[in-house]
T-cell receptor, first 114, second 111 residues
Framework: ETGVTQTPRHLVMGMTNKKSLKCEQH?????MYWYKQSAKKPLELMFV???????ENNSVPSRFSPECPNSSHLFLHLHTLQPEDSALYLC?????????????FGPGTRLTVL | QKEVEQDPGPLSVPEGAIVSLNCTYS??????FMWYRQYSRKGPELLMY????GNKEDGRFTAQVDKSSKYISLFIRDSQPSDSATYLC???????????FGSGTQLTVLP
């Protein structure tokens, strides 16, 4: 398998559930990202990891908890979410963090919170 | 004021038309400019990447950057129904973690 993969592709959860989103990159990259994409809004950067260390946390509520066990895998743990958290969650990776390092995106997980 | 402004559309054109997609920005520190294409139910894929003022061509696609006016454009020649997608402009000031996106323009090319 190549590129950036995400599982599950679709997720429906209640506000009291706990679930996790998984991202895996097969590109040998060192940086990984979580984005939130809501309808008619720009992609919002949530978290950035470089060499498994979190380097950016864009004021994301604590009900979203990222985990990066190695440079190929990234998780987003979800608990007690709100209906307004329903969105497409995209994972991306890049070789590094310099400006010329292109980000490659996965297909996303479509999350619906009931 | 948003850092990056992009007309959301939707934009509908006949097959074969020339399409012009545009973004304006306010942060003069932006150095690198990208266009991503996002098909329905897919993640964004990089289409064009440029870092200097002027034009860059790749097949039917031309990216144009005017740093003095803080304006970037993507032109699609001989548009095809397969070009129907949402086009996102994006730009970076320094670090790749500071990638800032426009809200996207939804394009439909009618056969």
């Amino acid at each position: 398998e190549t590129g950036v993969t995400q599982t599950p592709r679709h997720l429906v959860m209640g506000m009291t559930n706990k679930k996790s989103l998984k991202c895996e990159q097969h590109l040998g990259h060192n940086a990984m990202y979580w984005y939130k994409q809501s309808a008619k809004k720009p992609l919002e950067l949530m978290f950035v990891y470089s060499l498994e260390e979190r380097v950016e946390n864009n004021s994301v509520p604590s009900r979203f908890s990222p985990e990066c066990p190695n440079s190929s895998h990234l998780f987003l743990h979800l608990h007690t979410l709100q209906p307004e958290d329903s969105a497409l969650y995209l994972c991306a990776s890049s070789q590094g963090l310099i400006g010329t390092d292109t980000q490659y995106f996965g297909p996303g997980t479509r999350l619906t919170v009931l | 004021q948003k850092e990056v402004e992009q007309d959301p559309g939707p934009l509908s054109v006949p097959e074969g038309a020339i399409v012009s997609l545009n973004c304006t920005y306010s942060n003069s520190a932006f150095q690198y400019f990208m266009w991503y294409r996002q098909y329905s139910r897919k993640g964004p894929e990089l289409l064009m990447y440029t870092y200097s003022s002027g034009n860059k061509e790749d097949g039917r696609f031309t990216a144009q950057v005017d740093k003095s006016s803080k304006y970037i454009s993507l032109f699609i020649r001989d548009s095809q129904p397969s070009d129907s997608a949402t086009y996102l402009c994006a730009m970076i000031a320094g670090s790749a973690r500071q990638l800032t996106f426009g809200s996207g323009t939804q394009l439909t090319v009618l056969p």
